[in-house]
């Protein structure tokens, strides 16, 4: 997990030194297309609008600190110009106009500086000045080459993630229209300023194309700096040299922006949710599940908005991601309901924004790229830094693709390459301001590499007991009816912690057949699991059993197991009353956390390396049945039909 830091001030007045040459890229400048290709329309001269009246303006910009007079030359690319041209004759300069330069003025002008820092900060000025007075070492290239590239989409990133905010933030209602501008192809990592004429040329051909009428023009700048934020953050998950940005967190005060890596900025909003929440007491069955869900539903509650981190991260224990599994009617949906509910409710005593989002099967696209666009854009609401966010995909065994099978889409395979990076890549970065629940009635189904990016395990298996089933009855029986309750204590075995520590306690042996077998061979060979060294010999007996069983497995069972080890519901009252503890500073939250932790003990990851082994085990042998069972019908097939083929053959 990368760490974060306060946020650096990036000052007002180093901010304006570089708005001249912003201006100047705004203005003119030469550009020869180096992996996009020109377009037709940018080829032809506008046409003059009547007879002794030219297509510029010569008039003085009411726009403070805008270039008053063009000195362009008259080929190569003039944003500027183009702007004004996309009001189809109108000779004054529109507010909209006025407003969008200003915004992409000032975003460049932010890049540039922080493009500039970063060059401070890791040495490439000097290497720059070494470079032009020629004298750098032949050693040094490799390191002068990777770090240019890395400012490059730095600066990329940063203009458009600030102009697309600065256009949200100015802009919100100034159109319905949807362009689709396609991929940005001018990606240059040459050097910064390359980068930046590159994309603003590209800009500039999008205008050309789609901003034919003033209404248009503000939907195509912000279609473009998406596409352009995502192929400038795609091409920087593969790059190195790129520590010194992403830990630290910038802002612009003027604007209330800030700069979190490569995650996209918005002003933190709340979404609106239309939704049924449920109580605990609802939640019939479902124990561990449930207490969890609970459990962590306050944890992210101590999430620190101005270090931009959870003390629960930092100190082990944090779910990021979960999986939640169970046969259709055991209920899944309503332990979402559940947590969310919670999740809710604790935000709006606290005064926190609150986002919840789904991943439908609604977001398979038939367009190639577009599955994956829908599954990134899910990603970045859910882990904005700026909000208490949960992320849920339900059936994610018909969402996300399994690589190998062949029934599995284009789009589907996108989305499961999207999640895995999202959950477990190169640049996630773990803040402790949202979680990820993954649920599914198939987990057999999904993909390997994906299900064991859930670090922990919900076994959603419904209600169990006799008990289970006379709460349920009496839950979804309603009021209106007399029937006695009998000889019964209402929803007493849902007392939580009494139902989870039996549940715990079962797990000190396994319960699928695959995994009892292996338990039962190390435990005759070695003895009672009470040392480092036999634990590590049950789990390389499990490894053997299971192939699948790799280190992600141990590292999401000593993760379940540093859960335990929290394994203490932060006190109601902290939820209710926000200054006992979330409204604290955050060294105070952390203290307060690290007080009510517990020593982990030997039961505790025996039982959590039977929880999650378990879990593996029954996936894999529905799998297996499944593939057995298809591989049955497909020799019937074939059986038939060479029995059919035999006989008209005759």
């Known amino acids: ?14 901010i304006r030194a570089k708005y001249s040459a912003a201006e ?15 377009s037709a329309a940018t080829s032809a001269a506008a046409p003059e609008r009547s007879a002794g009246i030219g297509t510029r303006r010569r008039f003085r910009s009411t726009t403070p600190g805008l270039v008053t007079q063009s000195t362009a030359r008259p080929d190569g690319v003039h944003l500027m110009n183009r702007i004004y041209d996309s009001d189809a004759g109108d000779v004054l300069i529109s507010p909209m106009q006025a407003g969008l330069l200003h915004g992409l003025r ?31 070492p032949a050693s040094r290239n490799t390191e002068f080459t990777q770090l240019l590239a890395a400012s490059s989409v730095i600066s990329l990133h940063v203009f458009a993630n600030m102009a697309s905010f600065l256009l949200a933030s100015a802009h919100a209602d100034a159109s319905d229209v949807n362009i689709d501008v396609g991929e940005v192809e001018e990606i240059l990592t040459d050097n910064s300023q390359l980068a930046l004429t590159g994309a603003l040329w590209e800009l500039d051909q999008a205008l050309a194309l789609f901003a034919d009428r003033a209404d248009k023009l503000i939907p195509t700048v912000t279609a473009f700096l998406e596409q352009l934020m995502e192929k400038a953050a ?35 909003q709340s979404s609106k ?3 049924t929440f449920k109580k605990p007491h609802e939640v019939v069955g479902n124990h561990i599940a449930k207490y969890q869900a609970m459990k962590l539903s306050k944890m ?3 999430y620190d908005f101005e270090r931009k981190l959870n003390p629960f991260a930092e100190l082990g224990g944090f779910i990021f991601t979960f999986m939640g599994d169970g046969a259709p009617g055991t209920g899944k949906t309503t332990l979402i309901q559940m947590m969310a509910g919670l999740m809710s409710e604790y935000c709006n005593h606290a005064g926190y924004p609150f986002r919840y989002e789904n991943l439908s099967t609604d977001s398979i696209d038939s367009y190639q790229g577009k599955s994956a666009q829908n599954a990134k854009a899910f990603i970045q609401n859910v882990i904005d830094p700026n909000v208490i966010g949960f992320g849920t995909i339900d059936d994610i065994d018909q969402l996300a693709g399994k690589r190998g099978d062949r029934q599995s889409s284009a789009g589907q395979l996108e989305i499961t390459a999207v999640l895995m990076e999202s959950f477990a890549g190169a640049n996630t970065v773990v803040r402790g301001n949202c979680t990820f629940g993954m649920f599914s009635n198939y987990p057999e189904n999904v993909d390997d590499a994906l299900r064991q990016r859930a670090a922990a395990r919900f076994l959603v298996d419904g209600p169990q007991s006799r008990e289970d089933y006379i709460d349920i009855l009496h839950l979804l029986m309603g009021k209106n009816h007399n029937i006695p309750t009998g000889k019964h204590e209402l929803f007493a075995a849902q007392e939580i912690k009494k139902a989870v520590s039996a549940s715990y306690d079962s797990y000190a042996k396994p319960k699928e057949d695959g995994l009892v077998k292996v338990f039962d061979k190390v435990s005759k060979d070695i003895g009672k699991l009470d040392t480092i060294a036999k634990l590590g010999t049950y789990l390389k007996g499990i490894q053997e059993a299971d192939a699948r069983f790799t280190g992600r497995a141990i590292k999401n069972i000593t993760d379940a197991v540093k859960v335990r080890a929290m394994d203490f519901e932060l006190p109601d009252a902290w939820m209710e009353e926000p200054d006992l503890f979330l409204f604290k500073n955050y060294e105070t939250k952390k203290n307060m956390i690290a007080d009510l932790s517990q020593p982990i003990t030997t039961d505790m990851v025996i039982q959590e390396i039977n929880r999650y082994a378990d879990s593996e085990f029954r996936y894999a042998d529905k799998s297996d049945e499944v593939a057995i069972d298809n591989m049955v019908r497909d020799f019937g097939r074939q059986a038939e039909a060479k029995k059919r083929y035999l006989k008209d053959a005759q």
Do not use: C, W
Not at 1 to 14: A, I, R, V
């Open 106 to 136: 000032r975003a460049l002008a932010v890049a540039m500086l922080v493009t500039d820092q970063y060059s401070d900060h890791t040495g490439l000025s000097e290497l720059l000045k070494d470079n032009l007075a020629g004298k750098l």
């Open 234 to 268: 795609l091409r920087a998950s593969h790059m190195p040299r790129l520590e010194a940005f992403n830990s630290v967190s910038y802002r612009v005060e003027e604007d209330d922006f800030q700069i979190n890596g490569f995650t996209p900025f918005a002003r933190a």
């Open 24 to 38: 100047s890229l705004l203005d003119g400048f030469d550009h020869t297309p180096r992996l996009a290709k020109k």
């Open 1 to 14: 997990m990368s760490n974060t830091s306060d946020l650096m001030e990036l000052k007002e007045e180093l």
């Open 300 to 302: 992210l509650m101590a």
């Open 273 to 275: 949710l239309v939704m």
